[in-house]
């Protein structure tokens, strides 16, 4: 495969998804053009994110959404354009969004078979001071197409289709599995195509990171205070592990894929279901890991066997290289 090969053979999202789709036989498409719309929805939010300073968007929308967070115009922008782009897909019937307390319930003559969960920009604290923020979404197939109602998209992770983000950072990147492994995509602005740049990624085993916002230290539970303490100051005389927190889970997920490492966010005393939501941030995340080969754990047990009650519920969180979550889960096991 020469250099040339690759500027010509350009390998983008839309084809990528092609060859996947021309494994199912079956498949009409569908998936293509949904995936052809949440990209589109990633382009306009990647290019209003980088005007964001310029254009005015920086600051308070005035609103708070049902999280209780105050909305940042990009926040409220984000949403209209993705809510939009997956409406006019033709493709969807159920929508949640982070930034909506109610689920969007397709009209009929607009509905499709998929049900797609989604945080429109993910790291929200991040985007006056200009550090890397994001979309998450997942998508789930509908079983059945007659009324759809809230007990079709409260489906355990494990049933999801696809999953993936972009991250606004640097460069823009989508990272999406649809089932078969990890792949990342690199957007070229000259081109309007996100282009095949991280071909079937694979977490490292182990790693030498954590990620966790130390400031809730006084608020954790004992687990997490002795695998923490580990990371600092080992028992079995490894060298201690470094400490990389960004506060845009995106950012500290896709650094943990790429380097290795273990990204946790657990239950402390003032939310005893940790902060981060299972719908469209545990499971899409939890999704990539276990494809990525690593692996994601609640304190409880496995991630994507969670069965959401609510479109907004919270829960802890331990994600990353296989061996690191499994020396979490020893410690919680320890503690049962
Ligand atoms: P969002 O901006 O979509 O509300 O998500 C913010 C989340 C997540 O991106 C990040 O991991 C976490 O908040 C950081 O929380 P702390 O500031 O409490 O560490
Ligand atoms: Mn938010
Ligand atoms: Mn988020
Ligand atoms: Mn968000």
Redesign the pocket.
């Known amino acids: 495969h020469s250099a040339d090969a690759h500027r010509t053979d350009l390998m983008t999202i839309t084809r990528f998804v092609l060859n996947e789709q021309s494994k199912h036989p079956e498949s009409r498409g569908d998936f293509t053009i949904l995936l052809s719309h949440i990209v589109l929805g990633c382009k306009f939010v990647c290019s209003a994110v980088n005007k964001a300073g310029l254009a005015k968007l920086i600051g308070l929308a005035g609103e708070t959404n049902v999280?209780g967070?105050e909305q940042k115009k990009l926040d409220v922008l984000s949403n209209e354009v993705f809510i939009k782009a997956l409406v006019s897909s033709g493709r969807t019937c159920i929508l949640v969004s982070?930034e909506d307390e109610e689920a969007t319930f397709v009209e009929p003559s607009k509905r499709g078979k998929y049900a797609v969960v989604f945080?429109p920009?993910?790291?929200?604290?991040n985007i006056d001071c200009g550090v890397s923020i994001g979309t998450i979404f997942g998508i789930y197939v509908l079983k059945h197409l007659q009324e759809p109602t809230l007990d079709d998209v409260l489906q355990p992770g494990k049933n999801m289709l696809a999953a993936g983000y972009c991250m606004y950072g640097s460069s823009c990147t989508l990272v999406l599995s649809t089932g078969n492994g990890v792949n990342g995509f690199t957007l070229d602005p000259s081109l309007g195509e996100f282009i095949l740049t991280h071909p079937d990624i694979k977490i490292p085993r182990k790693g030498k990171i954590y990620s966790v916002?130390e400031g809730n230290a006084k608020n954790w539970d004992s687990p997490t205070a002795k695998y923490v303490e580990n990371c600092k100051f080992p028992k079995d005389g490894s060298s201690p592990k470094s400490l990389r927190y960004i506060?845009?889970?995106v950012a500290?997920v896709h650094r943990t894929l790429l380097y290795g490492g273990v990204f946790l966010?657990p239950a402390d005393k003032k939310s005893p279901n940790g902060?981060?939501r299972v719908l469209y941030e545990v499971f899409p995340m939890s999704f990539l890991m276990e494809q990525a080969g690593g692996q994601s754990f609640t304190g409880k047990g496995r991630a994507l066997d969670l069965v959401p009650k609510k479109i907004h519920e919270r829960s802890p969180i331990f994600l990353g290289s296989y061996d690191d979550v499994e020396e979490i889960k020893g410690l919680y096991a320890a503690e049962e």
């Open positions: 999280q967070e982070e945080d920009l993910d790291g929200s604290s916002n506060g845009s889970m500290d966010y902060k981060l």
